[in-house]
């Protein structure tokens, strides 16, 4: 989903603000909200695809207005009164009613589903140095490909190998793994042509995140002739 | 409201959390001291020590340095450094022309075994929507000037690979011991929001 | 600026609330505030680019948790603080300090004040049925060139005529002058392409945002081929 | 804080803009007058009706319509209707195989001199993110469930053009006069988010 979460290239969050000593936890709730998010993700109450999405699904204008852990607390109780392991009212009751998310969960997004078929895939698309464009994909549910890499063209630089696909996990789809790879991106691809030559961003995307950059020859297809000469 | 996701001012959380708490206990779906241990772990255990450990090695030994950059998981699990949020590490190195930096737009992922967990501002809307886009300007707000010249390489965590950042040895440190290394070796500088001071004069040795 | 006021296409802001029989405004204070702006813009304290730039600088979290004419009050306050109308103290000894806003104003983008030189430009560049790509600028300072727009290919639909860019207007740049289009763009190029095909969102956009599309050959180009042929 | 961009509770809004009027006031740079007045022209003159006479003039008389949809600040001058936010007008019209929506995702503008000032629900946030991405879906929160096959454009206000939509005048209308039928226009069909129902049997003539 195109959430406030997905924040990168943004501005108006003012200057940072750093705090010295930083403690691991600021108060005695934030470590036993910490511990009981891991501690039911160990166990299997939900995933951790769904507890992001589920943070994504906090209302922007609370997700801005809340703490870090306390985005945790609100995704908790969402995906515990969805998954009915306790019910919206047993946690009311004690005082502790969770917050409506902006959306249901039941958002698989129709591509998503439908590439189901796929899940057995492991074999690499693309090498180091194949020229890619990161996919214009806008699904209404969980995606890790970041708005401001869409439509924008990169260079493969490593396959960090086989992951499952969070856009299907987050929504009890079918597990597709696939290669995920470092994706270099030039700044001035990105954002303007005015921005420095000499800065890049690597940004970690799974496969059907991306297409060949049909700008370029891919080199897969010139590595394929080359070999269907030699063979001549 | 401040922008920078932190409130020092009691919320309900606490005691939402509270109630949460007790009620999957009573229903026995979390064992309270399996709580407590996951946070005795994060508040005692597990900090940027593990990471400055692996830097101080790095420097002094070139084949793990080259062990450490091949396969990050690896080589700290040779230290005995491994855990959550670190099953996929990946170790950037920084040099006179290039600088690293790690941030995760989308959440917060940050590589707990090596680290810890983050500090707030990590976690901040500030700095996860300004590193890809203004990273100059950003490490400036830290009080590092880079100069023009040095490429940045900005590492946005957006799956599973957990990012650390192998900060320039500063000078100054000829025939320093690991351990006195270590001691030199701040978070910051490997996340990659500063470089790392030469030793103060006659302070170690 | 790449603010929170650039929400075309995000989710995460919860279902439509209407209220029936609304009125003009809901308080008092809203009608005085909107006639307190309208005046002031009326008289030339500060012009409507500069206000709805101080309206993008409110903080994003702040920006979420305000009302219509709360940002109004916000965006008021800003002007007159930074133009020195009314100096921060006044506004502070009775009881109405200005909110600091996220970014200070003096953000003219350095490409924009560049192009300064080109403010008598009044030609049309674009003719209707051009195709084009709204180009990927990221200004830190005002536009008008909304996100989701950027990077995407459509067609010149209607040229409005000539109007003042609001890039520099908004930072006190010289009054560039130019052709604003209304431009289509289809749902299946701006979102995936999965979206119905017979959707359609028209943009009205300064000859600044745009570029010719690389993809597909120039009408213009065509256009000239054409006449030069028959000249011959 | 419900994402809707309108609170009922009231907060420090109002003694904010007393303070800054009474200031305003006191430098000379405001005239309270010329305050009431505005506040009275939104009030109690601009509004939905003026549309809605524009609409009913375009459906009975085709010559008035042609000048509308070729330039319609010139033609809704023909009623005197004229005003701020309305200088560049442009109309737009809805058939049985394309429906048209208004929107402006950046803030919020809206063709005050024909429509008056909008309503919360067109400055929310969810109308002004959902409008270009989910007209469908967001139309059917209005209870407006469009046919596959109808094509649906998106009008975003991001410069000084300000739209109207001209709905389809509805079945069951014919003999009615110009004031009888712009009786049956609404303001929200004039947005584009529904249409106009046949009026109710016997209701008028």
Not at chain 1, 221 to 231: M, T, V
Request: net charge positive; proline share 8%; with cysteine.
């Amino acid at each position: 989903m195109n959430g406030i979460h997905d924040m990168g290239g943004m501005d108006g969050f003012g200057p940072l603000v750093r705090e010295k000593d930083e403690p691991a936890f600021h108060a005695n709730w934030e470590g036993r909200m910490f511990a009981i998010a891991n501690l039911l993700i160990g166990q299997g109450y939900f995933n951790v695809d769904e507890f992001r999405h589920a943070i994504e699904r906090i209302p922007a204008p609370r997700y801005l207005d809340s703490t870090y852990y306390e985005r945790w607390l609100d995704a908790a109780q969402t995906l515990l009164a969805e998954k009915g392991v306790v019910t919206r009212e047993e946690m009311e009751q004690r005082g502790a009613a969770p917050h409506p998310p902006s959306q249901p969960a039941a958002a698989l997004d129709k591509t998503a589903a439908k590439s189901g078929k796929d899940a057995a895939r492991v074999r690499a698309k693309f090498r180091p140095g194949d020229r890619v464009v990161a996919r214009n994909l806008h699904p209404f549910g969980h995606t890790r490909l970041a708005r401001y890499a869409r439509a924008h063209r990169g260079i493969i630089r490593h396959d960090h190998g086989v992951y499952v696909l969070p856009d299907t996990n987050a929504h009890g789809g079918p597990p597709r793994r696939q290669h995920v790879y470092s994706v270099e991106f030039k700044a001035t691809e990105l954002w303007d042509t005015g921005a420095p030559q000499n800065e890049r961003v690597y940004i970690d995307l799974w496969e059907d995140y991306l297409a060949p950059d049909p700008k370029t020859p891919a080199r897969r297809a010139g590595r394929k002739a080359q070999r269907g000469r030699k063979r001549r | 409201m401040t922008g920078n996701g932190h409130r020092t001012i009691p919320t309900g959380a606490a005691l939402r959390v509270k109630a949460l708490e007790a009620l999957l206990e009573e229903k026995g779906l979390v064992d309270p001291q399996a709580l407590d241990a996951i946070v005795d772990t994060y508040e005692t255990k597990v900090g940027p020590r593990n990471g400055a450990r692996v830097v101080a090695k790095a420097w002094t030994d070139p084949a793990f340095r080259k062990r450490l950059l091949a396969d990050a998981t690896a080589a700290v699990a040779e230290l005995g450094i491994a855990g959550p949020e670190g099953e996929h590490l990946v170790a950037v190195e920084n040099t006179p022309s290039v600088h690293n930096l790690i941030v995760c737009t989308l959440c917060s992922c940050y590589p707990w075994p090596v680290l810890g967990l983050p500090p707030v501002w990590y976690k901040s809307f500030a700095y996860r929507s300004r590193a890809v886009r203004d990273p100059r300007g950003l490490l400036r707000e830290f009080g590092l000037e880079l100069p023009d010249d040095v490429e940045i390489r900005v590492w946005d965590a957006s799956a599973e690979q957990r990012y650390m950042v192998i900060p320039e040895r500063p000078a100054g440190t000829v025939g320093m011991s690991e351990e006195e290394l270590a001691e030199l070796v701040t978070r910051d500088s490997m996340v990659g929001v500063a470089k790392i001071a030469p030793p103060a004069r006659g302070s170690s040795r």
